[in-house]
């Protein structure tokens, strides 16, 4: 009984601190494509910049902005090379997806994959993160900067289409 006791006065707590995130109104799913060069230097980071990406209709559609919903997180995200099986990316150590309008300097992280398994083949899952990006999704365009960190060189240019999304609460 004295070991039950304190699990029963701790349990409380978790339980009160439970609260439910705002529903997922609508999706906004985006794809974009890039090339990853064969022969990088593993011991730089890589930047991959795709500018003037469109928000598209998911907002007026529905007659709303940005700043009507509560919050725009990221939802999921994915490398998917387009030649499936060509190559793999188990070359990659780390990636780092940032969001930006205007200045490069003022940007959020919304998905990364630290330590990415060396048996990824052509289908990485990159972990979203938990930011609002509201801001950044409130006008016409924005602009992403993909940072790899790479184990070793890759063996061969690899056409890349990050396909990622928003969940609108």
Not at 50 to 65: E, F, Q
Not at 83 to 91: E, H, K, P, S
Not at 141 to 165: C, G, H, M, W
Request: aromatic share 14%; hydrophobic share 45%; net charge negative.
């Amino acid at each position: 009984m004295k070991k039950i006791l304190p699990i029963l006065l701790i349990l409380p707590l978790f339980i009160s601190n439970c609260k439910k995130s705002d529903p997922i109104l609508f999706e906004m799913v985006y794809a974009e494509d890039f090339v990853i060069p064969a022969g990088l230097n593993p011991f730089d980071a890589h930047y991959f910049v795709l500018k003037d990406i469109p928000v598209g209709t998911y907002l007026s559609a529905r007659n709303l902005t940005a700043d009507m919903l509560n919050s725009i997180t990221p939802k999921a995200a994915n490398f998917v090379n387009a030649f499936a099986g060509t190559a793999g990316y188990d070359f990659i150590r780390e990636i780092s997806v940032r969001i930006y309008k205007d200045n490069e300097n003022d940007w959020k992280e919304i998905f990364y994959h630290f330590n990415v398994p060396e048996n990824t083949e052509d289908n990485l899952g990159i972990i979203p993160s938990l930011e609002d990006v509201k801001f950044y999704l409130n006008g016409q365009t924005y602009n992403i900067i993909v940072k790899l960190d790479l184990r070793r060189a890759p063996l061969q240019n690899i056409e890349t289409q990050f396909r990622f999304s928003f969940g609108a609460k």
